[in-house]
Nanobody, 123 residues
Framework: VQLQASGGGLVQTGGSLRLSCSAS????????IGWFRQAPGKEREGVSC????????NYAASVKGRFTISRDNAQNIVYLQMNSLKPEDTAVYYC?????????????????WGQGTLVTVSS
């Protein structure tokens, strides 16, 4: 499966963005999908992950209550709605897929990665 992340940009503190992860080459419904981010000088971290059917989700403590992950398998797309953004959310955001898998959000378990999209939150 090939993934393409989009929707990043510059937003003020407290603002919102919606990231999209579009898939091609295979039916998205076979894959657990995760959103990850990497800030300058920091390790890549799991932000949120969603099971193949969408009935199970996982969020990092730092984004819980502010971010919402969802998916539309018919459209081969996964979304990450980001609200109440903070400067510490600034990072390159990546979506990734693992065939079947579980939404544990461990980066090493995800084999297919898209190019990232930059999110910058100004204070």
């Amino acid at each position: 499966v090939q993934l393409q992340a989009s929707g990043g940009g510059l937003v003020q503190t407290g603002g919102s963005l919606r990231l999209s992860c579009s898939a091609s080459g295979s039916a998205l419904g076979y894959y657990t999908i995760g959103w990850f981010r990497q800030a300058p000088g920091k390790e890549r971290e799991g932000v949120s992950c969603i099971s193949r059917s969408g009935d199970s989700t996982n969020y990092a403590a730092s984004v819980k209550g502010r971010f919402t992950i969802s998916r539309d398998n018919a459209q081969n797309i996964v979304y990450l709605q980001m609200n109440s953004l903070k400067p510490e959310d600034t990072a390159v955001y990546y979506c990734a897929a693992v065939f079947l898998g579980t939404p544990d959000c461990a980066p090493q378990n995800f084999g297919s990665w898209g190019q990232g999209t930059l999110v910058t939150v100004s204070s």
